[in-house]
T-cell receptor
Framework: DTEVTQTPKHLVMGMTNKKSLKCEQHMGHRAMYWYKQKAKKPPELMFVYSYEKLSINESVPSRFSPECPNSSLLNLHLHALQPEDSALYLC?????????????FGPGTRLTVL | GQNIDQPTEMTATEGAIVQINCTYQTSGFNGLFWYQQHAGEAPTFLSYNVLDGLEEKGRFSSFLSRSKGYSYLLLKELQMKDSASYLCAVRGVMNTGFQKLVFGTGTRLLVSP
């Protein structure tokens, strides 16, 4: 299994809602990542988990809260988002955050904040 | 910090060869990746270079010169389905010792018949 899965594919939420994005991989990878991608822009790193511990937080606002319940799962909890947070949210995984392994990306969740 | 430059857009004809350049400045270089991304889809891995030289993989080749901070992706025998964005990404080492991937702005390639 060389796949990263993400749910939901699309999400529309209001600014007062609380929702979660989910990501799963079964490749035995120990590093997992959240990226945000706006239209016609490159992915921007948000968070990195290495061995289920948060190792990088790229100064992301606290309305985004990551969680890594186990080595296969990565969640992104969303609360009180702004319309400018609308974007494609990509999850990725790699063997480790160091080393030569490439990152495998999931299909993304297209988020719209109204 | 890291700075990665790519051309914004390129056009080419089906069957032709195209070279997409990437220049970078980074601290703690630990590899350069090329990804392909079709509109609305996730990036897919194409190639990885960490040592100088050419890596060939079917119709795609990637070259790296670390001393020049330069890489290129070469696409041969272009097909219509190659129309996509091509992202150059550099892995660098942060002050904390952790590594992260930083993407260039991407090059939109349009292949015409």
């Amino acid at each position: 299994d060389t796949e990263v899965t993400q749910t939901p594919k699309h999400l529309v939420m209001g600014m007062t809602n609380k929702k979660s994005l989910k990501c799963e991989q079964h490749m035995g990878h120990r590093a997992m990542y959240w990226y945000k991608q706006k239209a016609k822009k490159p992915p921007e790193l948000m968070f990195v988990y290495s061995y289920e511990k948060l190792s990088i937080n790229e100064s992301v606002p606290s309305r985004f809260s990551p969680e890594c319940p186990n080595s296969s799962l990565l969640n992104l909890h969303l609360h009180a988002l702004q319309p400018e947070d609308s974007a494609l949210y990509l999850c990725a995984s790699s063997q480790a955050s160091s080393g030569s392994g490439e990152q495998f990306f999931g299909p993304g969740t297209r988020l719209t904040v109204l | 910090g890291q700075n990665i430059d790519q051309p914004t857009e390129m056009t080419a004809t089906e069957g032709a060869i195209v070279q997409i350049n990437c220049t970078y400045q980074t601290s703690g270089f630990n590899g350069l990746f090329w990804y392909q991304q079709h509109a609305g889809e996730a990036p897919t891995f194409l190639s990885y270079n960490v040592l100088d030289g050419l890596e060939e993989k079917g119709r795609f080749s990637s070259f790296l010169s670390r001393s020049k901070g330069y890489s290129y992706l070469l696409l041969k025998e272009l097909q219509m389905k190659d129309s996509a964005s091509y992202l150059c990404a550099v892995r660098g080492v942060m002050n904390t010792g952790f590594q992260k991937l930083v993407f260039g702005t991407g090059t939109r390639l349009l292949v015409s018949p």
